[in-house]
Nanobody, 121 residues
């Protein structure tokens, strides 16, 4: 089993920055990909950014050039640096870990509990 714990959300003014962190813990052997999703009120959950174990990244169009995803494989931790934040970035941000190999041998996907990001003046 594994658990994901997010931190770093909060209230920020438009144009500001926030850094989200997500640490995976448990009997983890390896994690394939880690990513961030977000869900705004009344909308479906959507992918924000994804990073593979080898460091390849993928970003949603609305955040390209403003957000940066990074990962520390030794710490099983993923980060999301969010710059030039806009009101439309307001959402609950969820951490996701895909292809988590744990012991005894089992592969599952996991979600964090979510952290609120509010961009408002």
């Amino acid at each position: 089993q594994a658990q994901l714990v997010e931190s770093g959300g909060g209230l920020v003014q438009p144009g500001g920055s926030l850094r989200l962190s997500c640490a995976a813990s448990g009997s983890i052997i390896s994690i394939n990909a880690m990513g961030w999703y977000r869900q705004a009120p009344g909308k479906q959950r959507e992918l924000v950014a994804l990073i593979t174990k080898s460091g390849s990244t993928n970003y949603a169009a609305p955040v390209k050039g403003r957000f940066t995803i990074s990962r520390d494989n030794a710490k099983n931790t993923v980060y999301l640096q969010m710059n030039s934040l806009k009101p439309e970035d307001t959402a609950v941000y969820y951490c996701n870990a895909k292809g988590v190999l744990t012991t005894p041998p089992r592969i599952n996907d996991y979600w964090g509990q979510g952290t609120q990001v509010t961009v408002s003046s």
